[in-house]
């Protein structure tokens, strides 16, 4: 079964991935190397999608009902998201950055590892169930990457170089992350309509993924009308990122969470 042989994939992915950044490293003014090491960056994705692929089929569900299930999500989109940037911006730190995000997450799934149930609950069973997970998961890819840009922006003004080209990057980060975002929110509601009767009863998820959506809302407006208070911008950036944490895994552990319908992605 394809999620017993989990450690042989994603030991194969990472050690592409890493000879991958190896060579990206040495490839300064080495147009071969580079075209190797973007052959690695890919055939290691190639072999995330198989296994993702292969394990949808054979629990004959969507893997996106728990929180292992979502970190092959973020395993997949992470690479993805750096790789496309990469050939974008040239920035071979963001690319080495999501490969990390990337790899770790596969090694926590391999030092937890899942039983993969094939049972759905019925609140499960809807249509809306993968395009609502599918963009969210990719929405928190997209907003986490930005939030590695904010920390660098931090790090870079702290050392004297700040360069208003990291604030471009994590701006055009978070527009695409922000609408991913919106489309889940509507997603769950209609989501949440046609499982329980209602598009909104303010759940603790409900009200921890508004406020989410509400955290770089206004880093955006902030951003609109404060251009050039890039240090003030990167904060509310990164609180963002942590009110997403909370949504995403943190509202599991708060007393609320006993009152939530969404407690099932924790099993």
Known sequence: MTWIDFPLYSSIIIILWFIGLVFLAISYKKHSIFKIANVLFVAGWVVMILFVVKLWLELDRPPM???GETRLWYATFLPLIGFVTYIRWKYKWFL???????SMFLVINYLNPETYSKTLMPALQSPWF???????????AVLAASSIVAIKGWYDSYQGNFKIETL?????LVYIGFAFLTLGLLFG????KEAWGHYWTWDPKEVW???TWMGYLIYI???HFHMHNSKQALTILALAFVVLLVCWFGV????VATTSVHTYTQY
């Open 168 to 172: 471009k990057l994590a701006d055009n």
């Open 209 to 211: 993924a508004f406020l």
């Open 130 to 140: 993968i395009p609502h997970v599918l963009v969210y998961l990719f929405s928190y």
């Open 96 to 102: 080495a950055y999501s490969i990390a995000m990337a």
């Open 65 to 67: 009902r728990t929180l």
């Open 189 to 192: 509601a209609l989501w949440a």
């Open 221 to 223: 407006h902030y951003r």
């Open 252 to 255: 599991n552990y708060l007393p």
